[in-house]
């Protein structure tokens, strides 16, 4: 069964380093998202991406963020000068159709430190 | 604004019994609907979803009922085992255009033997 997958597992980095996470979405999926999950929390939107541009972003998703494709398979998250609130499970998820249901990736768990 | 909440944050059964999990929603342009499971480190799961011309869809094992007059989601789980455990999310999309969902706060579930 295809399946979104998402690198790495774990993160760990100093704040104000730079962090990219990484996503493989199904390949013939569209729209792209990005989600976050604070722990204990509920998951919030970030971003969605479709034909090679940001569609809609929440007010979470501020300057330090920025998305890419750049190529025909990854999708990834920037995250230029983490902060130590920026700690989260961050998780990747696309749709073949704007209204379908979405498949999340097992997530990355960014900390920072 | 948007919002999705639950009435239960927590719901214990026994193995064997059916659980009922609820969820309120206040934006009238939803027209979609999903309820995903989330085990512990792992990203949401799709269970059911259901679209606003309908008011019931089941499958299996799971019914997802929709009241849109009181703007009231439900997952029914008949027979929940103890794989059942785990954290349930209603979500919803609709009122924009590129499916972004908006979750709820989500219901642990555990299931006794």
């Known amino acids: 069964e295809p399946e979104v997958t998402q690198t790495p597992s774990h993160q760990v980095t100093q704040m104000g380093q730079e962090v990219i996470l990484r996503c493989v979405p199904i390949?013939?999926?569209?729209?792209f998202y990005w989600y976050r999950q604070i722990l204990g929390q509920k998951v919030e939107f970030l971003v969605s991406?479709?034909?090679?541009?940001?569609?809609?972003k929440s007010e979470i998703f501020d300057d330090q963020f920025s998305v890419e494709r750049p190529d025909g398979s990854n999708f990834t998250l920037k995250i230029r000068s983490t902060k130590l609130e920026d700690s989260a499970m961050y998780f990747c998820?696309?749709?073949?159709?704007?209204?379908?249901?979405?498949?999340f990736g097992q997530g990355t768990r960014l900390t920072v430190v | 604004g948007e919002s999705v909440g639950l009435h239960l944050p927590t719901l214990s059964v026994q193995e064997g019994d059916n659980s009922i999990i609820n969820c309120a929603y206040s934006?009238?342009?939803?027209?979609?609907f999903i309820w995903y499971k989330q085990e512990s480190g792992k990203g949401p799961q799709f269970i059911i979803d259901?679209?606003?011309?309908?008011d019931k869809r089941q499958g299996q094992r799971v019914t997802v009922l929709l009241n849109k007059t009181v703007k009231h989601l439900s997952l029914q789980i008949a027979a929940t085992q103890p794989g059942d455990s785990a954290v349930y999310f209603c979500?919803?999309?609709?009122?924009?255009?590129?499916?972004?969902?908006?979750f709820g706060q989500g219901t642990i579930l555990t299931v006794h033997p």
């Open positions: 998820a696309s749709k073949r159709d704007q209204n379908t249901e979405a498949f």
């Open positions: 390949s013939n999926h569209l729209y």
């Open positions: 991406f479709y034909n090679n541009e940001i569609s809609e």
């Open positions: 934006n009238s342009a939803s027209d979609y």
């Open positions: 259901i679209r606003s011309n309908m």
């Open positions: 979500a919803f999309a609709g009122g924009t255009s590129y499916g972004k969902l908006t």
